[in-house]
T-cell receptor, first 114, second 113 residues
Framework: AQSVAQPEDQVNVAEGNPLTVKCTYS??????LFWYVQYPNRGLQFLLK??????LVKGSYGFEAEFNKSQTSFHLKKPSALVSDSALYFC????????????FGSGTQLTVLP | GAVVSQHPSRVICKSGTSVKIECRSL??????MFWYRQFPKQSLMLMAT?????????EQGVEKDKFLINHASLTLSTLTVTSAHPEDSSFYIC?????????FGPGTRLTVL
């Protein structure tokens, strides 16, 4: 079985400061890892993914994430947070097999303070 | 990225009625789509996998006779909540994808009175 843990329900950062949203995973075989963002009453928007290749993945809106196989982590980062980044962030994983359904973490509410 | 639409975005219905939610892939073909349910301030719970031209696969604990799924074409999957009850009130989200990435619809807020 695959699982995702987002240990922080809430992350607060000041505008202009770097932000990190944490994610660890468990999956059989090679992981396919994803970050999505959700604004209130909206669906999920794709931010970035790691399938293979460089451990540092760059995505939309200046976000990036680092895949760390030994720590089974895929933390989301941004060098300088914006107030508009305030939203709910989900980490998701699936295995490299044929099944494509994702398993989501519980979500982290990011609040960027002006 | 690919675009997935859902209709309606919001629906209010009376208890005992049925509600149909449409999920369309606008710029790609999706042989498989997924239906999720999300409660306030919670994560997404996979309800079922919708397969074009065949029966849907339901997750454990999801009543297939209550949540009817039809995937009649490569761009359209529908979820019908039959005999809706207040406890079915929730945010329903679909997704479809190609290559390795799933793209999500904007969601449908269902309120059953």
């Amino acid at each position: 079985a695959q699982s995702v843990a987002q240990p922080e329900d809430q992350v607060n950062v000041a505008e202009g400061n770097p932000l990190t949203v944490k994610c660890t995973y468990s999956v059989s075989g090679n992981p396919y890892l994803f970050w999505y963002v959700q604004y209130p009453n909206r669906g999920l928007q794709f931010l970035l993914k790691y399938i293979t290749g460089d451990n540092l993945v760059k995505g939309s809106y200046g976000f990036e994430a680092e895949f760390n196989k030994s720590q089974t982590s895929f933390h989301l980062k941004k060098p300088s947070a914006l107030v508009s980044d305030s939203a709910l962030y989900f980490c998701a994983v699936r295995g490299s097999g044929s099944a494509r359904q994702l398993t989501f973490g519980s979500g982290t509410q990011l609040t960027v303070l002006p | 990225g690919a675009v997935v639409s859902q209709h309606p975005s919001r629906v209010i219905c009376k208890s005992g009625t049925s509600v149909k939610i449409e999920c369309r892939s606008l710029d790609f073909q999706a042989t498989t789509m997924f239906w999720y349910r999300q409660f306030p301030k919670q994560s997404l719970m996979l309800m079922a996998t919708s397969n074009e031209g065949s029966k849907a696969t339901y997750e454990q604990g999801v009543e297939k006779d209550k949540f009817l799924i039809n995937h009649a074409s490569l761009t359209l999957s529908t979820l019908t909540v039959t005999s809706a009850h207040p406890e079915d009130s929730s945010f329903y989200i679909c997704s479809g994808g190609f290559t390795d990435t799933q793209y999500f619809g904007p969601g449908t807020r269902l309120t059953v009175l």
